[in-house]
């Protein structure tokens, strides 16, 4: 089965760093744009960040104020940096796949290669 392999989460206090990793499992990343997405318990899934297939541009559609950075190298593993983690920030981490992209907004759908996603709890 074709699908993200997500990692790098974990418990963090307020304030704290964290990295999420993303790496393709049998497919080539290098082919497909990318979008990070989160669900936090009893809300809806939210896109996060995007980034192009070569890297070169990104795009942030929620509310993460400056705090995240997505990056790639390019067809092997794609990350999330997540800073001055916050209580809101508690959720299940998804990276996607998608082959349309926009340089005015970004990624679109249609998503896929999903992963079963990385869950960061944001606690004291």
């Known amino acids: 089965q074709s699908q993200f392999v997500e990692s790098g989460g974990g418990l963090v206090l307020p304030g704290g760093s964290l990295r999420l990793s993303c790496v393709p499992s049998?497919?080539?990343?290098?082919?497909?744009?990318v979008a990070w997405f989160r669900q936090a318990p009893g809300k809806e899934r939210e896109e996060i960040a995007c980034i192009s297939r070569s890297g070169a541009s990104t795009h942030y559609p929620g509310s993460v104020e400056g705090r995240f950075t997505v990056s790639r190298d390019s067809d092997k593993i794609v990350y999330l940096q997540i800073n001055s983690t916050r209580d809101e920030d508690t959720a299940v981490y998804h990276c996607?796949?998608?082959?349309?992209?926009?340089?005015?907004?970004?990624?679109?759908?249609?998503?896929?290669?999903w992963g079963r996603g990385t869950q960061v709890i944001v606690a004291s």
């Open positions: 049998g497919f080539l990343l290098g082919l497909y744009h």
């Open positions: 996607a796949t998608t082959l349309n992209y926009s340089y005015i907004d970004g990624c679109r759908p249609e998503y896929g290669h």
